[in-house]
């Protein structure tokens, strides 16, 4: 069940909503907006979501995508969801390290491991 | 406008452009870096520094310094050799303090969701320098490659 959309591919696994990205790059403000209001929505309509973002197609991540993945973190937690992120690659991780959001966030290598974990929730 | 004397390259050898207030216009110089980069051997790890630090000055000014205003315009200056590349970044807007942006990484601004591009540009680059203005940032970023090479 794969809703089309032009920044994010999204699909069901269970009870999970699981959210790749279709730019490899999350650099423009507008794309950036778009994913925020995307997403933003679709935790409105879920109360109580479980939402997991993998980046295994993203090579390159803007401080304002940050900014948007904080925005949206709130948001779960308000709606008592749970978000997760996976397969964020080296250099990307590396910019959630010196930012210290590795802590704000729950990061799994895969989603394969991230889907195990909301199974343990 | 001048390069910072410890950036240690000739101001005379900076391509200088003036650019439409528009990130799309901003794309060209930075494949032109890019590529200027990889003949001179640099890194993947270090050209995805450049590449963010760039994106995240050019983004400030399009959009902080210039308020979006597309009848303002960007002034971007490079260099490139294998030792360092210089940029720098110059909107017209009327500037700001970076030391007034609060630090991103104290817990309390955690979960901030702005704020986070001066400290990017600040750790990936060698040295960051704005003007008093703080209209125009200046990056220095040296080869890892090569100055390990002179150490040895």
């Known amino acids: 069940m794969e809703q089309p959309s032009s920044h994010l591919k999204i699909k069901q696994t269970g009870l999970v909503s699981v959210v790749e990205f279709a730019d490899r790059k999350i650099l423009e403000e507008l794309s950036i907006q778009e994913i925020q209001e995307e997403l933003g929505q679709m ?22 995508a940050l900014g948007t993945l904080i925005t949206l973190h709130k948001k779960v937690q308000e709606q008592n969801g749970v978000l997760k992120l996976s397969s964020i690659n080296r250099q990307i991780f590396q910019v959630f390290k010196i930012t210290r959001l590795n802590k704000v966030f729950d990061i799994y290598d895969t989603s394969d491991q991230a889907m195990a974990a909301f199974d343990r929730t | 406008m001048k390069v910072p004397p410890d ?4 101001d005379s050898a900076l391509h200088s452009m003036t650019l439409p207030n528009d990130l799309r216009k901003l794309k060209q110089p930075e494949i032109d870096i890019v590529n200027a980069l990889q003949q001179h051997g640099y890194d993947p790890d270090t050209i995805f520094a450049i590449k963010l630090a760039y ?46 942006v609060p630090d991103p990484t104290c817990d309390e601004n955690l979960e901030r969701p702005n704020g986070r591009g001066i400290m990017l540009m600040q750790s990936y680059m060698t040295k960051v320098h704005f003007n008093k203005n703080g209209n125009e940032v200046w990056l220095l970023k040296e080869n890892p490659v090569r100055n390990l090479g002179a150490d040895i």
């Open chain 2, 7 to 10: 950036f240690g390259v000739d």
């Open chain 2, 55 to 100: 994106e995240e000055a050019v983004t400030n000014a399009v959009k902080h310094g210039n308020c979006n205003d597309p009848a303002k315009t960007v002034i971007l200056r490079y260099y490139v050799d294998a030792d360092r590349i210089i940029i720098m970044v110059r909107d017209e807007g009327c500037g700001f303090s970076p030391d007034a």
């Open chain 1, 43 to 64: 935790v409105e309509k879920e109360p109580g979501i479980k939402l997991l973002l993998d980046f295994n197609n993203v090579d390159h991540l803007a401080s304002a």
